[in-house]
Structures are given as C-alpha cells and as structure tokens.
C-alpha cells in the first residue's frame, strides 16, 4: 500500500473503454428501441455483458449473431444490429481522460494501453481517435484470445512492455480488472471519473517535470 501511494512509475498502462472512450450499446439501441425497459431486457438476456464478452476473448462476430439469433429468433433485427452497427455504441472520447493522456505523452511518459475489444472492431476506433498513436504498444484481447481479468493477458502485456508490475501504474474502470492487476503487483487507479485521474498523486507528479531524456 505505501509503494502504491509513494512510488513514482515510470510506464502508465491505460484501459481504453470506460476510461478515455465513451462506448454503450445503449446510444444504439435508443435509436431503434422506444421503451427503456425493453432495451434493457435485451441488453441483459438476448446480447448480454457475457454475450458481448466472447468477441472480446476472439469469438467471430458472425457466430455471436447466429448463436444469439438461434436463442431468440423473433429478435434477429436486433441482434444483427449489434454488429452491423456496432461503431453507433461509441459517443465518442472522454475529453478529460484524453487530455490527461495527451499531457502524459507531451511529458514523454512511456504510454501502453490493453483493452478487452474484439480484433474485428478495433479498426473503428484507430480510425476515429488519432490520439491512440501516443500508445507504444495496445493490447487488443481479441487479437490474443485472452481477456480481463485473466493474469494471463497482464502477464504477456508485461512481456510485451518488458518491465516489472511494479513500475506500472495500470488504470481500469472494472474493480475485478484492477483487483488482479493489483494481485499481481501493479500500481492501480480503479478509474470511476476523469477527476481520479487529474486528483492522483502520481499523475500529477508525471505532468510535474520532465522527463528525462534519452541519451
């Protein structure tokens, strides 16, 4: 607990949904759905969390549709939607969470992001924010066939960085995400607001002062 508080990392390691972009299948959804409650029930038993979560572990979003249509046929439309229309579920960027990034890379903090998104629509979002070039290296699951929370995909994403846990500063919006990474040995920020961000202890001594650069 006192190295989470006091010691300074010298990689941050940012989630990408929920903490710097805005993504709910709701904003689809209620365009083609009048009534709450049953957007509601279809978010939750016809393209559930879980549903959703198999394209984020590698599931071919063709077999999600054919596996959701053959539960609940009388919603096809629905559940073709899903994927057809999938970039609609972005609102768009979280703009204080960007700008707390953008401060980081202006300061050359080294930069790394591992998001659990399917490999078949992470194209859209490298298309629509120019600003995931500050990132070194992003860790899709979907392309690795691993996802949050498994330690596996924290393993190789440290691989991947070649650095220790300890000198990482890891931001999720999902408390198991961040309960393993911590497990594990990294510094974490459990993101619920930008203001977390902007009011950590760390992040503003990384803004602080330069880094040093390499010779």
């Known amino acids: 607990?006192?190295?989470?508080?006091l010691s300074l990392p010298d990689v941050v390691l940012f989630d990408l949904g929920g903490v710097l972009i805005d993504?709910?299948?709701r904003y689809l959804y209620r365009k083609l759905?009048?009534?709450e409650a049953v957007i509601e029930w279809f978010l939750s038993e016809v393209c559930s969390v879980e549903w959703n979560a198999a394209q984020d572990a590698g599931r071919l979003w063709a077999d999600a549709v054919a596996e959701a249509t053959a539960r609940h046929p009388e919603q096809?439309?629905?559940?073709?939607?899903?994927?057809?229309?999938?970039?609609?579920m972005i609102q768009g960027q979280i703009d204080e969470s960007v700008a707390v990034l953008e401060a980081l890379a202006a300061r050359q903090v080294p930069l790394y992001a591992l998001t659990n998104w399917s490999a078949e629509t992470f194209h859209h979002a490298r298309a629509r924010f120019g600003w995931l070039r500050h990132f070194q290296d992003i860790l899709v699951s979907g392309e690795v066939r691993l996802k949050k929370p498994d330690p596996a995909i924290f393993r190789l994403m440290l691989d991947r960085m070649g650095v220790e846990p300890a000198t990482v500063l890891f931001i999720d919006d999902?408390?198991?995400?961040?309960a393993?990474?911590?497990a594990l040995g990294f510094q974490t920020i459990h993101f619920t607001s930008p203001a977390m961000l902007t009011g950590d202890a760390r992040i503003r001594r990384l803004l602080g002062a330069p880094r040093a650069s390499a010779a």
């Open 1 to 5: 607990m006192m190295r989470d508080e």
């Open 180 to 182: 393993t990474s911590a």
């Open 174 to 178: 999902s408390a198991a995400n961040v």
């Open 76 to 88: 096809a439309a629905l559940i073709e939607a899903y994927a057809a229309r999938w970039p609609e």
């Open 23 to 25: 993504w709910d299948p």
């Open 33 to 35: 759905v009048a009534d």
